[in-house]
């Protein structure tokens, strides 16, 4: 208790000022020097436990006072610095320790502000999808990350590559991989490049997925990783390493602003073109066409996993031999999506994704099963989609798993040419899906359902219908 030491000089000069004390006057009054008072302000001395006890015991300061905390404040003002605005003025922790200690009104005041500030772009975003959607595009647009700009253009453009799928099929042809493409991989790499695969312990590697060792010319995978994850970081490695100059190409044809942007977007061509890879596009697309599309047959017939196959799905769009336009969508159980791609470019103005009664959020509830649903937006579009749960890389038993949902969708006009089709329940015309879709939106703020139960935000075209005498059922009640 003795040892304990607190520095909180900028707390205990504000309660100096509101007492309207000197520096002299407090000091004798807890029985220290001024110039020894004047260092503890200016936490360049601790406040002890026995100072404390004095305060309280001379002046009636409550030790709370002394003692509040500050993390809820400098976990603000990070959030606040951590902003694309502001990512060049990133300052150290004790850094936002003085400004939240020193001024804490005006800390305060900043979050408030940014926060405002923040609500306002989110609702400029919300104006600008709602406009797109009514064909007058805007150049409304705030400041970005690097990762979100490239999310933004591969979710825009087809999710289809083809000098990369022509790269692909010429590697394929030398690496004559049969039924092993794994060993095919591998011996490539060790023959061409000297690069040895290695599978370590969760122990030896607790952080990483792969590590390439540049200097041992070996390329560490971990063994949370499922074997269908290993291939793919394998088959990533290969394409990165012998179809380096295609990749870098279409980076240059996506026209990013920055370095780093450049960077992500050499991650995400990578996995596309191991995927390339491990499914050859003829024979995947010839195989989805006889399957109609079912998912765990392609995987099976592939040695991959579902996330793994339904991505695929979304790329089959080269011309004269394109396939079903799928689209996805994975989320995680808070609700936070991340990955959004399709054969056509992602249907965002169409479709949306931000609804919180598509199938994708329910599959949470039913780990592993498929579900399948026929969804009507406002404008009276139909889609077919399915959801399944993916399971990430393996924990410890000590771990909570990571899971996500996986939801890929289409136009319902392609239903009779997909297995799932046969799901829906048969409506009033005879056609399966036709008057059982369910009524979904965008988003909720994008959306003006009447009476949603899962309305969880007020649209922003419409004011809010606040009438004392009557109570809808929507959390957030509208006037029409």
């Excluded at 030491?5 to 006057?25: E, V, W, Y």
């Excluded at 969804?375 to 924990?395: K, S």
């Excluded at 329940?425 to 949603?452: D, I, M, N, S």
Aim: net charge neutral; with cysteine.
């Amino acid at each position: 208790m003795a040892d304990q030491k607190i520095f909180a000089g900028p707390r205990l000069r504000r309660l100096r000022n509101a007492r309207g004390l000197t520096q002299t006057a407090m000091a004798e009054g807890l029985g220290i020097s001024p110039s020894y008072l004047n260092l503890i302000e200016r936490n360049q001395r601790p406040l002890t436990v026995q100072l404390i006890l004095k305060l309280a015991s001379v002046y009636k300061v409550d030790p709370h006072e002394l003692q509040g905390e500050t993390k809820g404040s400098i976990a603000a003002l990070r959030e606040a610095f951590s902003d694309p605005l502001l990512a060049g003025e990133l300052p150290g922790d004790q850094e936002l320790i003085d400004l939240a200690e020193t001024a804490p009104n005006a800390s305060a005041a900043m979050v408030k502000l940014f926060r405002a500030y923040r609500e306002q772009a989110e609702r400029l975003s919300d104006l600008n999808q709602l406009l797109a959607r009514e064909g007058r595009a805007t150049a409304l647009s705030g400041a970005r990350l690097p990762a979100d700009e490239v999310h933004e253009v591969f979710e825009r453009r087809p999710n289809h590559f083809a000098s990369l799928e022509e790269e692909a099929e010429a590697f394929t042809s030398v690496l004559e991989p049969g039924d092993d493409l794994s060993g095919a991989l591998k011996a490539w790499l060790r023959r061409e490049h000297g690069i040895v695969v290695k599978v370590l312990p969760v122990a030896t590697m607790p952080n990483w997925r792969r590590r390439y060792d540049r200097h041992s010319q070996r390329l560490f995978l971990s063994e949370r990783l499922s074997p269908f994850d290993q291939l793919r970081e394998v088959a990533m490695e290969a394409s990165l390493i012998r179809m380096s100059v295609a990749i870098a190409g279409e980076i240059q044809a996506l026209k990013l602003g920055t370095d780093e942007a450049r960077r992500l977007a050499r991650f995400e061509l990578g996995r596309y073109a191991a995927h390339a890879l491990m499914m050859p596009y003829q024979a995947f697309h010839a195989a989805a066409v006889r399957a109609r599309y079912d998912i765990d047959v392609l995987r099976s017939r592939f040695g991959v996993s579902f996330e793994q196959a339904a991505n695929r799905l979304t790329m089959l769009q080269r011309q004269g031999a394109s396939g079903v336009p799928f689209f996805m969508l994975e989320v995680d159980n808070a609700g936070n999506r991340f990955r959004k791609a399709g054969s056509q470019g992602y249907p965002q103005s169409r479709f949306g994704g931000g609804c919180p009664k598509l199938p994708v959020h329910a599959a949470f509830s039913q780990p592993g099963q498929i579900l399948v649903e026929a969804l009507e937006m406002p404008d009276g579009a139909e889609f077919l989609c399915i959801a399944r749960t993916l399971e990430g890389p393996q924990g410890a038993f000590s771990e909570r798993p990571r899971r996500t949902a996986l939801l890929l969708g289409c136009d319902i006009g392609f239903r009779d040419e997909i297995v799932y089709g046969a799901a829906l329940p048969v409506g009033a015309a005879g056609k399966p899906g036709q008057g059982f879709a369910t009524p979904v939106g965008p988003a909720c703020r994008l959306c003006e359902r009447v009476g949603c139960l899962a309305r969880a935000e007020p649209p922003v075209t419409r004011p809010l219908g606040l009438d004392e005498m009557v109570t809808g059922l929507s959390a957030f009640d509208f006037q029409g």
